[in-house]
């Protein structure tokens, strides 16, 4: 997809804040630190539309990027960080829960996981859930650009096992970086929703 028009829709922590109007979205679900915010502002060619930080920790609310009027890409507060008060990871829990539970227009997942590590108990669970609920899962391994080129292969099949990956499950290298990976996550993107490019005059 081209993308030239890119807007804050929505932010929220409950389901009456989420926008309404039924457009398909497609949320980035995975580790506090992952690069969820990243990897967005990567595939809608924004430098920090969605604000990072070298802390973990900093989406807190769920965020709805309206992209060219077609789809909503929804940015998720990481799990896993253990610093955060016990209250507020008990809020986490609820309001990601209720999110995957009851979002209709849901079309797919995209989960990250770093591709330098093998994937955490944390990142399992997300796993079997999201597929528990029969969504489209695409798992993007970020960082793509912290190790060597000849690690690239092994560290997908680390991955591939450790998730115990279904056939049906795209694994794609990200680099926010150099944004490789983009084009080839877009196409999966389109396919999970849908879309097909408008024929030109
Ligand atoms: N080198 C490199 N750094 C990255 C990449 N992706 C993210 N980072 C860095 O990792 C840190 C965390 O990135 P974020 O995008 O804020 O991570 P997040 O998953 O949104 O984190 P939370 O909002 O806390 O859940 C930032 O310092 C990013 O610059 C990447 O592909 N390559
Ligand atoms: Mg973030």
Redesign the pocket.
């Known amino acids: 997809m081209k993308v030239n028009n890119v807007s804050l829709a929505a932010v929220g922590v409950k389901m009456s804040q989420y926008p309404d109007d039924g457009k398909p979205e497609v949320a980035f679900a995975?580790?506090?630190?992952?690069?969820?915010?990243?990897?967005i502002n990567g595939m809608i060619g924004r430098r920090a539309l969605?604000r990072?930080?070298?802390q973990?920790?900093?989406?807190r609310t769920i965020n709805f990027y309206d992209v060219e009027d077609v789809l909503y890409f929804v940015?998720l507060?990481?799990y896993g960080?253990a610093k955060a008060p016990k209250t507020e990871i008990e809020r986490w829990g609820k309001m990601i829960d209720e999110y995957l539970n009851k979002r209709k227009c849901l079309m797919g997942i995209v989960l990250?996981v770093d591709i330098r590590h093998e994937p955490g108990e944390n990142d399992k669970m997300m796993y079997d859930w999201l597929k528990h609920y029969g969504y489209d899962i695409i798992i993007a391994a970020?960082?793509?650009?912290?190790i060597k080129r000849s690690q690239v292969q092994k560290q997908l099949s680390v991955i591939k096992k450790s998730l115990n990956l279904a056939p049906e499950d795209k694994l794609i290298a990200?680099?926010?970086?150099t944004k490789e990976g983009k084009d080839e996550l877009w196409a999966e993107i389109e396919r999970v929703i849908g879309y097909e490019e408008p024929a030109k005059e």
Not at 30 to 39: D, E, F, M, P, Q
Not at 142 to 146: E, I
Not at 174 to 177: I, K, L, N, P, T
């Open positions: 995975g580790k506090s630190n992952v690069g969820k915010s990243t990897l969605a990072t930080s070298s973990p920790g900093k989406t940015d507060p990481g960080y990250l970020t960082k793509k650009d912290k990200f680099s926010g970086e």
